[in-house]
Nanobody, 121 residues
Framework: QVQLVESGGGLVHPGGSLTLSCAASGSIFSINAMGWYRQAPGKQRELVALITSGGSTTYADSGKGRFTISGDKVKNTVYLQMNSLKPEDTAVYYC???????????????WGQGSQVTVSS
């Protein structure tokens, strides 16, 4: 069984910074990709940033130049550093990992529990 646990959300003023973390634990053989998504009220969940096992990164246009995704293969952890935050960044942020189970050797997609990020003065 695999579990993803997020931390780091909260309330921040416009222009401020936050770092989200997501640690995976359990029967993990390898991680293919790690990403962050967000869902604002009344909107669909959208990709924020993605990092592959090879280190390639993809960012949504909304976060380019402000957000940085990074991964720690030893700790099975993905981070999202968010700078210059705007009110429109307010959303629940979810981490996602596509990983291979050490028990079944099958790849599956797993989600964190979600972290509220509120950007407000």
């Amino acid at each position: 069984q695999v579990q993803l646990v997020e931390s780091g959300g909260g309330l921040v003023h416009p222009g401020g910074s936050l770092t989200l973390s997501c640690a995976a634990s359990g029967s993990i053989f390898s991680i293919n990709a790690m990403g962050w998504y967000r869902q604002a009220p009344g909107k669909q969940r959208e990709l924020v940033a993605l990092i592959t096992s090879g280190g390639s990164t993809t960012y949504a246009d909304s976060g380019k130049g402000r957000f940085t995704i990074s991964g720690d293969k030893v700790k099975n952890t993905v981070y999202l550093q968010m700078n210059s935050l705007k009110p429109e960044d307010t959303a629940v942020y979810y981490c996602n990992m596509v990983l291979q189970s050490s028990r079944t050797r099958l790849f599956n997609s797993y989600w964190g529990q979600g972290s509220q990020v509120t950007v407000s003065s």
